[in-house]
């Protein structure tokens, strides 16, 4: 992702934009992710501009990123809740982060995961 500034220009890769959701969804509690890669996680630039073939990099930022994070919930959490705050927390650390706007975040739940009971083996 590309930031143009008085002073120059920033690039930002998207392995750090993954990196930011992967924390946020680790330290999101009930939430484990499912998919992780940015080519899955970063749907698209909003309004970006591409210079040459490359995806994102060359892109130039005017009004946001859309991201999409597959995720598994804890049974017994109250997913719209859960998945509200897990949003709230990708878009403000990726924000706070790069200085790049998120226009959306798109959590799907792909899975709910069952506790394991001690001395009980899931098959």
Same mark, same amino acid.
């Given at each position: ?5 008085? +002073?120059?220009?920033?690039? !930002?890769? @998207? ?5 930011? #959701?992967? &924390? =946020?969804?680790?330290?999101? %509690? ?24 490359? +995806?994102?990099?060359?892109? !130039?930022? @005017? ?5 999409? #994070?597959? &995720? =598994?919930?804890?049974?017994? %959490? ?29 959590? !799907? ?15």
């Amino acid at each position: 992702m590309r930031k143009e500034f008085n +002073q120059g220009t920033l690039v !930002i890769s @998207e392995s750090v934009i993954d990196f930011i #959701v992967d &924390v =946020a969804v680790k330290e999101t %509690e009930g939430v484990e992710l499912i998919v992780a890669p940015v080519k899955h996680t970063l749907r698209k630039i909003v309004g970006i501009r591409k210079r040459n073939k490359s +995806q994102y990099e060359d892109g !130039i930022e @005017e009004t946001g990123l859309s991201l999409r #994070v597959e &995720v =598994a919930i804890d049974f017994g %959490e109250i997913i719209p809740i859960t998945c509200f705050m897990l949003q709230e927390r990708i878009k403000n650390d990726v924000e706070r982060m790069t200085g790049l706007k998120v226009e959306e975040v798109n959590v !799907i739940v792909n899975k709910l995961i069952l506790p394991v009971e001690e001395g009980i083996e899931n098959d």
